[in-house]
Nanobody
Framework: QVQLVESGGGLVQAGGSLRLSCAAS????????MGWARQAPGKQRELVAQ???????RYADSVKGRFTISRDNAKNTVYLQMNSLKPEDTAVYYC????????WGQGTQVTVSS
């Protein structure tokens, strides 16, 4: 079992920045992948960013150039640096990990005001 705890969400003005953190309850060194997804009201959950065990990253087109995912294996933590935030980035952001199966955190709210 893996527990994931997100933090760092909040209210920010458009153009601002936030950094989300996802702390895992065990070592993430051999996780196949970790990532961030988001779900806005009335919309489906969408994958925003992912980093594999080989440190390959991929991003949704909507966040490319603005968001950066990184992992710190020593701290069992994955980060999502979000810059140039837009109102359409408003959503609950979830951390996910892939090991023997998918694990999800409880989510953290990000609200971007115009």
């Amino acid at each position: 079992q893996v527990q994931l705890v997100e933090s760092g969400g909040g209210l920010v003005q458009a153009g601002g920045s936030l950094r989300l953190s996802c702390a895992a309850s065990r070592s993430i060194f051999n996780f196949n992948a970790m990532g961030w997804a988001r779900q806005a009201p009335g919309k489906q959950r969408e994958l925003v960013a992912q980093v594999t065990s080989g440190d390959r990253t991929r991003y949704a087109d909507s966040v490319k150039g603005r968001f950066t995912i990184s992992r710190d294996n020593a701290k069992n933590t994955v980060y999502l640096q979000m810059n140039s935030l837009k109102p359409e980035d408003t959503a609950v952001y979830y951390c996910a990990a892939v090991l023997d199966k998918e694990y999800w955190g409880q989510g953290t709210q990000v609200t971007v005001s115009s």
